[in-house]
């Protein structure tokens, strides 16, 4: 491992397939004999810093379409939380059922799981059938995991029965040293970027792109009010971005005076501060509070105009639901994934059914969707949103702050890197996008 981190950082990326590959690596991973270990406790009290451990593991067998990367950087998602504190299921399960799939699927069933949907890094070596990817290219990844022997996935691959997210529903995740990944979760590196940078956007960014953008999301239009939830934070972040880059009007739901100030400093200039305004959407665990809805509803009026929500971008659940689905727009769309909240959302349907909203879901994205929003960081029009970078051993403590929201943007981890600021490659694009690059940098 020394000797690829070496060669890498003398730029010496044409002797990196003369390498050879690593029989085993540093890797983070949660270990299936402690599926059990927080039952009992309240979510709150689950601990990422007490069940991810950095660990020396076996590299796994190379199969065709397939690729093994020197992993650079990485990232902390919400699904490495989830993978952390064992919900809202274990995920050994997935791993188990991928293991039943071919002999090919079994090295995925162990009794630890390597965890990580992002990266950015190197190919050290590419499988049988793979012609698009070489060692030696300094690639990131995307997450979307697809067999695409099933016809239902060639219209939309995330339609796909054996879809899967990489690192969350598959082993060999990209917080380690390497990575498996199929050949077609690759896309060019962002040469403007370091690696902790380009290492950040990929789930969150891909994610933003279909649910806001897409056609198979909300198909945001040039003027539409897109209410954004967390808007400072991993997925927002990007939401904020698209918004403004698409048009859109985005109006901005953040939790603190701090967060506020990031996306004012993004270009958004509707900005709702839920703390300040001490919304209590829940009058306990079981009863929503409707007239919150509707001093929510009358701030956004007052923000807009008089105008309503066309699109609300909606990820995190329960908390938050039942307000989304009032303050949209007769028409309107409310665009959900991830609950981080809570997964069992309630909301008065008299508002839906009788004003003619719809509720639509979104998971990540496909390969096309994918290579657009990362074609949209590679020409600057969006940015990473790094505000924090960890090494790996304290990758406990990146995945705490996810879980307890007090980081901004997205929390990066150095796996090779030794250090932060390589890997750039372009340094007069990096130049001219500099300020924007750094904008969410030690909040």
Not at 111 to 125: E, F, R
Not at 140 to 169: K, N, Y
Not at 266 to 273: C, K, N, Q, R
Not at 334 to 363: F, P, Q, V
Request: hydrophobic content about 35%.
């Amino acid at each position: 491992m020394n000797e690829i981190r070496d060669a890498i950082l003398s730029d010496q990326l044409s002797d990196i397939g003369g390498l050879g590959v690593p029989d085993s690596y540093r890797a983070v991973l949660v270990r299936k004999d402690e599926q059990d270990m927080f039952e009992g406790l309240a979510t709150k009290d689950k601990d990422p810093r007490k069940s991810l451990h950095v660990e020396e593991v076996p590299t796994p067998e190379l199969g065709p379409g397939e690729a093994i990367v020197a992993v650079m950087a990485s990232s902390v998602n919400y699904n490495t939380v989830w993978t952390s504190i064992f919900e809202p299921v274990s995920t050994f399960g997935f791993l188990e059922r991928y293991g039943r799939l071919s002999e090919l699927t079994k090295r995925h069933d162990l009794p630890y799981h390597v965890v990580g949907s992002d990266l950015a890094g190197v190919v050290l070596a590419v499988g049988p059938g793979v012609n698009k990817w070489k060692a030696g290219d300094e690639v990131v990844a995307h997450c979307l995991s697809v067999e695409l022997e099933d016809p239902a996935g060639h219209d939309d691959t995330m339609m796909d029965p054996q879809q899967r997210i990489w690192g969350f529903e598959t082993n060999f995740g990209g917080l380690a040293e390497l990575a498996l990944v199929k050949s077609n979760q690759l896309l060019p590196k962002p040469a403007h970027l370091t690696w902790e940078e380009a290492a950040a956007p990929g789930l969150v960014n891909a994610t933003a792109y279909r649910q806001l953008v897409s056609k198979n999301g909300a198909n945001m239009k040039q003027g539409d009010t897109v209410l954004i939830w967390g808007a400072s934070g991993g997925l927002g972040s990007y939401a904020t971005q698209m918004a403004l880059n698409g048009g859109a009007i985005p109006v901005c739901v953040v939790s603190s005076p701090e967060k506020a100030e990031i996306v004012r400093r993004m270009g958004a200039e509707l900005v709702i501060d839920r703390s300040a305004e001490g919304y209590r959407f829940w009058k306990d665990e079981k009863t929503q509070d409707p007239k919150e809805w509707q001093r929510f509803g009358k701030k956004i009026r007052e923000l807009t105009g008089g105008e309503d929500i066309d699109i609300v971008f909606e990820h995190p659940g329960r908390e938050t639901f039942g307000a989304s689905v009032y303050v949209a727009k007769k028409g309107g769309t409310i665009i959900t994934c991830a609950s981080t909240s809570g997964y069992m959302h309630e909301y008065d349907n008299r508002y839906l059914w009788m004003n003619l909203k719809k509720i639509l879901s979104s998971h990540f994205a496909n390969y096309k969707e994918a290579y657009e929003a990362n074609r949209l960081i590679d020409k600057g029009l969006i940015h990473p949103t790094v505000s924090k970078v960890y090494p790996m051993e304290q990758v406990g403590q990146a995945a705490r702050d996810v879980q307890t929201n007090t980081h901004q943007g997205k929390v990066g981890v150095l796996t090779l890197a030794p250090e932060e600021g390589l890997g750039v490659r372009d340094q007069d694009k990096r130049a001219k996008h500099l300020d924007a690059i750094n904008r969410f940098r030690g909040l």
